[in-house]
């Protein structure tokens, strides 16, 4: 991994975590990466600018001896330059500044005036982090699509225990060379994925759901979006924040969710069907609530909803490529198999919904890729990566098949 001919422009701000800033630069420069490093004028109380000349053998922008036409010249200059900005650490104070659009210093004027990603490593008191004001600029910042990394949990500078700390020089280095190889691979291409819960309906107040959040639909969404993607999410109930950058069709049942897919999929190039839907539903929908009769049994009457991937892998057309998951907890890659034939499917991930650590709402998944020609293993991972991972499957299998325009 080298990050030869990349420009990294990082912020360092008022904050005793300035000092790990040091080791982020001399990373950046063993992996061939240019830094250019611009300090606030409190962080010039934390650490000298002389330590970050040195480690990145380039001059420090500091605000303590600039000069109006310094400013103009030189913000101007970083904030084309840089093929990523990094801030780190990233007191309350730069975040509120970024989302208000202040630009009063040489940091938060070229923050503002760059049109590179941005990566974010806050630090500060825990109180200052749980702040609403700081949890409301950290949101609209990750609305307009800044990266974050961090805070860590544990020990503070201040003695408080608790969210704040930021995170490990290896960690942001580590999430700076994702940033910057984040493919454009998906340009050009329509991915549909599902995502979320179907409910079907009991009474006005009732319904049989599962467990799924949207996670790893979303996490599938972003990928895709990142990587270029223009992306359509078919999204049942979710227990976690939409993504941003994507179109949301929002629907309930699995029969509103065949609507969806039958409307949407003629358009589409890639589509993922990661929702958990309910092969059943009440066979009848009480118009009122429906009464409690004590000491009486209610039994239900469920009806077969319809198979949606098997309904879309029957209009399958020529550049589609159709994946579906299988949440399973017995005879895994078995039972995957099975629906992949059945609902001639490109590829179907495979995921054992009784290990820890994957399936139904959880951060990280492990999952089999299974494709007809046979299955790859993916580790404990958090779903981020393994949608990536998915969707450079997918890639190579459209490659294989010499898809229109890949
Ligand atoms: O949302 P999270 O909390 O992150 O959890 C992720 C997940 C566990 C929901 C996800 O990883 C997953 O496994 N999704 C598929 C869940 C599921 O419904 O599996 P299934 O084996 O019952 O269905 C197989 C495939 O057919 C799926 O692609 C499903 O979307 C589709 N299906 C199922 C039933 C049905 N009536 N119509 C369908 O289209």
Redesign the pocket.
């Given at each position: 991994m080298n990050l030869n001919g990349k420009e990294i422009v990082l912020g360092v701000t008022g904050g005793i975590a300035a000092y790990k800033s040091a080791e982020i630069v001399s990373r950046l420069r063993h992996l061939g990466a240019g830094v250019h490093v611009i300090m606030t004028r409190n962080a010039t109380e934390f650490v000298s600018p002389l330590t970050f000349q040195t480690l990145s053998a380039n001059p420090v922008v500091t605000d303590t001896f600039a000069s109006p036409e310094y400013w103009n010249v030189e913000h101007v200059a970083l904030a084309k330059l840089a093929d990523l900005f990094v801030i780190a650490p990233a007191t309350a104070n730069i975040l509120a500044k970024m989302t208000a659009g202040i630009a009063d210093d040489m940091l938060s004027t070229t923050v503002l005036a760059t049109r590179a990603p941005i990566l974010v490593a806050p630090a500060m008191n825990t109180g200052m982090w749980t702040a609403k004001a700081t949890r409301e600029n950290m949101r609209i910042l990750t609305e307009r699509g800044v990266h974050r990394i961090g805070p860590d949990s544990g020990m503070l500078a201040c003695g408080d225990e608790g969210a704040g700390r930021m995170s490990e020089p290896d960690e942001i280095v580590r999430e700076i060379i994702r940033i910057l190889h984040i493919s454009r691979d998906l340009a050009g291409k329509r991915v549909l994925i599902?995502?979320?819960?179907t409910r079907e309906r009991l009474d006005p107040v009732r319904f049989l759901t599962?467990?799924?959040?949207?996670?790893?639909?979303f996490?599938l969404a972003e990928a895709a979006r990142d990587r270029g993607a223009e992306v359509t999410v078919v999204c049942g109930n979710?227990s976690v924040p939409l993504p941003n950058g994507v179109r949301i069709i929002a629907i309930e049942s699995?029969l509103d969710?065949l609507d969806a897919m039958m409307a949407e999929c003629p358009s589409n190039d890639i589509i993922i069907?990661?929702?958990?839907?309910?092969?059943y539903r009440p066979e009848k929908v009480a118009e009122t609530k429906i009464k409690k009769k004590s000491g009486e049994q209610i039994i239900l009457k469920l009806v077969e909803?319809?198979?949606?991937?098997?309904?879309?892998g029957e209009r399958k057309a020529a550049g589609q490529t159709l994946v579906?998951?299988?949440?399973?907890t017995d005879h895994v890659n078995e039972?995957?198999q099975q629906?992949l034939r059945k609902?001639n499917l490109d590829m179907?991930?495979a995921?054992d919904?009784t290990q820890k650590g994957a399936?139904?709402?959880?951060d990280t998944?492990i999952?089999t890729l299974i494709t007809a020609e046979g299955c790859i293993e993916e580790p404990l991972q958090s779903?981020r990566k393994l949608a990536d991972s998915i969707l450079d499957h997918i890639l190579m299998l459209r490659q294989k098949s010499g898809s229109p325009s890949d």
């Open positions: 599902t995502a979320g819960a599962n467990d799924s959040s949207g996670k790893m639909g996490a979710v699995a969710l069907q990661a929702a958990a839907v309910a092969d909803n319809p198979d949606i991937a098997k309904a879309v579906g998951f299988a949440a399973e039972n995957a629906k609902k179907i991930v995921n919904v399936g139904f709402n959880s998944n999952a779903k």
